[in-house]
C-alpha cells in the first residue's frame, strides 16, 4: 500500500464502501488523497440517490406507524442498507427514538451503510451507553472505518463513553480513518498524556507505526509539546520511539 498514511486511509474508507479487499483499490495509490476522497464521496452520493423517490415515500409512510412497530418492521423487514439509507430521510427526533428501540448488533450493523453527512444529527444525538454498546460490536468487527466515521458526529460525552471500550490498537485503527480529524485534539484531551504515551508504544510493537504518526501529526502544538516534555523527562528505553517521532514530527 501507499506510503502516504492519508492515501492509504482514504483506500480503506473506499474499500470498505465498496466491499472489497483495499488491495484490489491498489491502482489508486498514486492518486492524491483528496481525490481519492472525492470519488469516495461521489459513490457515496450516488448510492444513497439511488431510488430515492421510494425511500422518501417509505420514510413518510413511516411517520403513521407507532415507534416501537416502524423499529421492529426495520429490524425484521427492511434490514440495515435500507435502514441506512432511509436514516437521513427521516425527522432526527423519530430516527431516534426508533434507533432507541433498536438492538445494538442492528444498530452496528446499519452504521456501516450510514452516510455520517446526511445523518450527523442522528448519529450526535445516539445515548452515550448505546454507543457503547454500538462500539463494542463494531470492535468485535474490527469494523474500524465505521467507528472512524462516525466519531466526527459523536457528542463529547459519546465519545467519552466509546474510549473506555476500545483497546490501544482499536483507537489507532480508528482514529487512523477519521474523517474529522480537527476533533483529535479533543480525543487527545479526553484521552490524557499516560494513555497518549501508551499508544505510541503500543504502535511500535504492533506495527502501527503511521497510524500513530497521523494521530501525532493531527495534535495542536500545545498537546504536541506537552507530550514532547513529558516524554523528554522520562529515560525509559521504551519511550525513546516516542520522542523521536515526536521530535520529528515537530522539526
Do not use: W
Not at 86 to 96: H, N, S
Not at 197 to 212: P, Q, R, S, W
Amino acid at each position: 500500500m501507499s506510503d502516504d498514511p492519508n492515501i492509504q486511509a482514504e483506500i480503506l474508507k473506499l474499500a470498505r464502501l465498496l466491499h472489497c479487499q483495499p488491495e484490489r483499490l491498489s491502482y489508486l495509490e498514486n492518486v492524491p488523497s483528496l481525490e481519492v476522497r472525492e470519488l469516495r464521496e461521489q459513490v457515496t452520493d450516488m448510492l444513497f440517490s439511488a431510488h430515492v423517490k421510494t425511500l422518501e415515500k417509505l420514510a413518510a409512510a413511516s411517520k403513521l406507524l407507532p415507534v416501537a412497530i416502524t423499529a421492529l418492521i426495520a429490524e425484521r423487514a427492511f434490514g440495515p442498507i435500507l435502514t441506512g439509507r432511509m436514516a437521513g430521510l427521516i425527522e432526527p427526533a423519530r430516527a431516534l427514538a426508533i434507533a432507541e428501540r433498536l438492538s445494538p448488533q442492528f444498530l452496528a450493523e446499519t452504521a456501516c451503510e450510514l452516510d455520517p453527512r446526511r445523518t450527523s444529527e442522528v448519529i450526535a444525538g445516539i445515548s452515550p451507553e448505546q454507543i457503547t454498546e454500538i462500539a463494542q460490536v463494531l470492535v468485535a468487527r474490527n469494523d474500524y472505518v465505521t467507528m472512524g466515521q462516525a466519531v466526527g458526529q459523536l457528542s463529547r460525552e459519546a465519545l467519552q463513553s466509546a474510549l473506555e471500550v476500545l483497546g490501544d490498537q482499536d483507537l489507532l485503527r480508528a482514529a487512523f480513518v477519521m474523517d474529522a480529524k480537527h476533533r483529535l485534539p479533543e480525543l487527545a484531551e479526553l484521552l490524557g498524556t499516560e494513555r497518549l504515551i501508551g499508544l505510541i508504544d503500543v504502535a511500535e510493537a504492533a506495527g502501527l507505526e503511521d497510524e500513530a504518526t497521523d494521530l501525532l501529526a493531527h495534535l495542536d502544538e500545545a498537546h504536541q509539546a506537552e507530550l514532547l516534555a513529558e516524554v523528554a523527562a522520562r529515560d525509559e528505553e521504551s519511550h525513546r520511539q516516542v520522542l523521536d517521532r515526536l521530535s520529528r514530527i515537530r522539526s
